[in-house]
DNA sequence: CTGTTAGCGCCTTCAT
DNA sequence: ATGAAGGCGCTAACAG
């Protein structure tokens, strides 16, 4: 309860009580020329400022009479307690960072969403950042977040450089960076188990009797493509089969770059049977592709995808997929990230959070 | 460029100096015990605290020679400005509130895309707040923003009541709401013209022959479902086809409700041929329960969704559809917002986007 | 139980 | 061109 104390203050109750009684807010406040500070509240009481500072802050040490008193004062001035000179000296803003390099993309917005929930349970409000993919950007936001004396940061996907990233992280609090490996930097971390989900899905795919597969990955520096193509690489040899360095395709994973993906793959090897994609906007051009040139999904090729977004479910034929709980993952990179704000730790930690295969008609059983 | 200076202060150009002799963060800084302070900085440079003030915010009235220096000195102890202390003086956060219903559904997304890259070229950060539906959640939510004291708050949707919505708007210095009206409060507003959407739904479906068009609408309070019913209505007996208020069916436009609206309107017009949905979710829902009743879209029922999200273009038959373009709504409800915080505008002003018909085979020409 | 004294880190206003 | 004093609104440490 000590985090939500901080946030909301007592204000929380307060709010409470307003709606039960009539779910109006009090409508008898000043006209809000400026804000009513805490030394008014204590001149109108009677009382010091400490005296207001206590009861705003539930502490014990405090007559339940002046108490109330104050309390009165306090709701009918429309009073508001300021976080910011409060965090000018408790040193604790309340206030937490989170970077993504595209809010606009169901994958990220998903897990914005299970880090916003688990900030809200606990008290903290957070910082929304979009670095649209864009390592500038990501620097201006950081320091950005630097100066507004944020308790503890989330970092996703980061396009920095491994020192400059290093050199960012030592300036906060705490840190927890997702999709990204930095060994060494006393970071949390929330992964995704990619060599599992490559693994998976090509797993599957040779069990289905498919045996030419083609890659279409990101780039080589992204740490989820690494991790995917291991993951399909270490699955064809398991099964005796030679990996083909033709048969990998990288580019920027979004839709649009899937047609082109696909005209090469088909031109290297024309009579391929299975396709892995970095992600579903990519699978989902793929079909669209694949359709194009007449080839049938999944009786020729069949197509499996990652994330597992709404679409995968909905195109025709349905992407079979490697599902990753994206909420889960945020929900875990918060929580990491307040144990590690809570106890000042600074020790590496991993949580990994493991996809699974959901079988659709793009690549049925 | 007042905005930018606010936020990101000096160290905006900081950065970009950095990146362009080579891309690293300076390494040489100190070991982060406790942040240095502007004093500190003044000790090192045996200047005042008031020149290095000076230099980080630009000021003219600085020497050449010292402002290099300090500079300097700043540059390698890595100081940054306390964003918190600087509020504190200066009543001024640079940070907004963005408060939205569910940020995990395209359409909040695309809108908190647009508001945050706005926000960004502005200078401003922004908290991003999930009321996930629910009033007391809201509630509790503003009283956090005000305690951050925030420059301007974007609310969504709003679940309070009018009075007390109009109640918590007076506590912030500069309020844009979207999706909702609220007269005499002095807001800005952001709208879509629902009207103007329901209109041209039914406009199209009339056009192509449907004469029993169903409504899956919203719950009655929505501001979104009565534009959208009173276009409805409107196209309809502009076409002389009288208004039926059983082929009208109220739910959370929730795709998981689609089915049991389908299944009544059925029942009540069993040679329906025509529906309008109050956005795609549950367009895509009808989509699907139509399928398993064995009709056929568009032969026997033409469907009409809206917004547009991704899904619309991959459903099966493809969702004709109100497209509205949620990015620039998100970034029109963030430049008033900018216009009303610049100005200290208490006038009301509203700005309204358009939805377009996209249509495709869910209902063809 | 209540009040007093010091700042938190910075900016504003006035001197110099 | 630079510095000194004062205060933004609040809390931490001590008094009593």
């Known amino acids: 309860m000590k985090a939500v104390d901080l946030a909301m203050g007592f204000l929380y109750n307060l709010v409470s009580a307003n709606d039960s009684d009539n779910g109006t807010a009090n409508s008898s406040q000043e006209p809000m020329t400026h804000r009513i500070t805490m030394t008014e509240v204590a001149r109108r009481a009677g009382v010091s400022l400490m005296t207001v500072s206590r009861v705003v802050n539930n502490k014990e040490d405090v007559s339940e009479s002046t108490r109330q008193r104050v309390l009165k004062i306090i709701e009918d001035s429309g009073f508001r307690p300021s976080s910011i000179a409060r965090s000018l000296v408790t040193q604790r803003t309340g206030t937490l960072g989170l970077v993504v390099p595209d809010i606009d993309n169901p994958f990220f917005s998903g897990l914005v969403s299970g880090v916003e929930s688990q900030a809200y349970s606990n008290g903290y409000n957070v910082f929304l950042c979009n670095t649209n993919e864009d390592a500038q950007r990501e620097r201006s936001i950081l320091v950005s977040l630097e100066e507004k004396m944020i308790d503890g940061l989330i970092l996703c996907s980061s396009r920095l450089p491994d020192e400059e990233l290093r050199a960012a992280a030592e300036r906060f609090p705490a840190v927890v960076i997702i999709s990204r490996q930095l060994p060494g930097a006393g970071l949390g ?96 051009g793929a079909l669209q592709a694949l359709k ?57 930690r991993e949580v990994v959070v493991s996809p699974r295969l959901v079988v659709r008609q793009s690549a049925p059983e």
């Open 189 to 284: 971390t929330a992964l995704i188990d990619d060599r599992l989900g490559g693994n998976l899905a090509i797993t599957h795919l040779l069990r289905t009797g498919r045996r030419r597969i083609g890659l279409i990955t990101g780039p080589a520096i992204s740490f989820s493509s690494q991790g995917r193509l291991s993951g399909y690489r270490q699955a064809l040899e398991d099964a005796g089969i030679p990996f083909r360095d033709q048969l990998v395709y990288r580019c920027r994973p979004v839709q649009e770059e899937a047609a082109q993906a696909v005209r090469h793959l088909l031109s290297i090897c024309p009579n391929l049977d299975g396709l892995f994609c970095h992600n579903d906007l990519v699978a989902v």
């Open 292 to 348: 194009q040139y007449g080839i049938c999904v999944p009786d020729d090729v069949a197509v499996v995808g990652y994330d597992d977004i709404p679409i995968a479910a909905w195109v025709t034929p349905a992407l079979t997929t490697c599902r990753v709980e994206r909420f889960e993952l945020g929900s875990q990179a918060m929580r990491l990230l307040l144990e590690r704000i809570r106890n000042s730790n600074h020790q590496e």
